[in-house]
């Protein structure tokens, strides 16, 4: 039996979500993806932007390096109204609103984002995941806990992302 390494597992977590993002958008038009089931609702298209800029944001930081929205021009192409460096935290209605794409750039945003994760992620060792990458906590944030965090937070975001589509009318 060969045993599965820790990047091998946190590259099949983060493709449980990558596999989930297409499926979610998939033939939803950008007013339908920008729906919300009441005033104070997020959106489909906030849910898969927000959990994608987490992600991209929180990995490259682990990892010391550059986040595609901003190294590979997402950002111009989603042209949205908010702060380049913006992931959606405390976002009150009107940001929630002002999150409009359509299943193209979200999809698109996604899978490089997946992309960049698995690159970062395919050598990562034990003694990486083990070190410590933010001391503001207590206790500190490890390498690993941070991925594991980020993993948690989109899936729950997905998993919203989901409901809500099954909400959706006709």
Not at 4 to 29: K, S, W, Y
Not at 61 to 82: K, N, S
Request: aromatic content about 8%.
């Amino acid at each position: 039996m060969i045993a599965m390494t820790p990047a091998e597992l946190l590259i099949d977590c983060f493709g449980r979500i990558a596999e989930g993002v297409p499926a979610v958008v998939d033939g939803l038009t950008e007013d339908r993806l920008a729906l919300r089931v009441d005033g104070e609702a997020n959106s489909i298209a906030w849910l898969v932007w927000h959990l994608t800029r987490v992600q991209d944001d929180h990995v490259a930081d682990a990892f010391g390096t550059e986040q595609v929205w901003l190294a590979d021009g997402w950002q111009e192409r989603f042209g949205l109204p908010l702060d380049p460096t913006d992931t959606g935290y405390g976002h009150g209605p009107d940001q929630v609103a002002a999150v409009r794409a359509d299943e193209t750039r979200l999809a698109g945003y996604h899978a490089a984002v997946f992309a960049r994760t698995g690159e970062l992620l395919a050598d990562v060792t034990p003694e990486q995941l083990d070190e410590v990458i933010d001391d503001r906590w207590d206790p500190p944030v490890t390498r690993g806990v941070r991925l594991v965090s980020v993993f948690d937070d989109d899936a729950k975001h997905l998993g919203q992302a989901e409901f809500v589509r099954g909400l959706l009318p006709g």
